[in-house]
């Protein structure tokens, strides 16, 4: 299986900070990499595919990049709505393991 | 609208069984690959299982391989997760989530099982 590791576990950041969570796979997933919004009591949310492709509706303040084995998902200009937890996931192949999720926290 | 909903979670007895549904509307449901991703208490998410459109192929998760098997009726917009021998560690929100271009692009609400000794 492929495995996923996301870093920060955690981060405390200010409203309008420029926030980067990054994303290692085990081994090359290509570019199928998707990121996912989770707040608290809810579904996720699709919030990237594709690595750095933004889902339809998702604020542009939200952008992913990186290929092969590592990669980022950056919030420009941190929102008081974007308090949540942040997931990356391959979709290279079954399963289709997600990294252990980012807390992100306002200060 | 197009959403996907989730059914049948409940408390259960360890050793038991139970079947979730996820209904979907507002989309052709048949043209779609469906997931169930669950999360236990407090933890992350957790690849489940995945059918194909057409029910040509399934793939579970090793921690419920040949316990769970998922199924659809295209005619019902329906997936559905039979789930036998349940254990402790499979307590969880349970998700349905639709798959376009290789992401989960829908998710549903979840439904609760509860596993008890």
């Known amino acids: 299986d492929i495995q996923m590791t996301q870093s920060p576990s955690s981060l405390s950041a200010s409203i309008g900070d420029r926030v980067t969570i990054t994303c290692r796979a085990s081994?090359?997933?290509?570019?199928?990499l998707n990121w996912y919004q989770q707040k608290s009591g809810k579904a996720p949310k699709a919030l990237i595919y594709?690595?750095?492709k933004l889902q339809s509706g998702v604020p542009s303040r939200f952008s992913g990049s990186g290929s092969g084995t590592d990669f980022s998902l950056t919030i420009s200009g941190l929102q008081p709505e974007d308090l949540a937890t942040y997931y990356c996931?391959?979709?290279?192949?079954?399963?289709?393991?997600f990294g252990q999720g980012t807390k992100v926290e306002i200060k | 609208q197009v959403e996907l909903v989730e059914s049948g979670g409940g408390v259960v007895q360890s050793g038991r069984s139970l079947r979730l549904s996820c209904t979907g509307s507002?989309?052709?449901?048949?043209?779609?690959?469906i997931h169930w991703v669950r999360q236990a208490p407090g933890k992350g998410l957790e690849w489940v299982t995945l059918?194909?459109?057409?029910?040509?192929?399934?793939y579970y998760a090793d921690s419920v391989k040949g316990r769970f098997t998922i199924s659809r009726d295209n005619s019902k917009n329906t997936v559905y997760l039979q789930m036998n021998s349940l254990r402790l560690e499979d307590m969880a929100v349970y998700f349905c989530?639709?798959?376009?271009?290789?992401?989960?692009?829908?998710w549903g609400r979840g439904t609760l099982v509860t596993v008890s000794s």
């Open positions: 989530a639709r798959e376009r271009d290789w992401s989960f692009d829908l």
């Open positions: 507002g989309f052709n449901f048949g043209g779609y690959e």
């Open positions: 059918i194909w459109h057409d029910e040509s192929q399934r």
């Open positions: 081994q090359s997933v290509n570019t199928y």
């Open positions: 594709d690595a750095s």
């Open positions: 996931q391959q979709s290279y192949t079954t399963p289709r393991t």
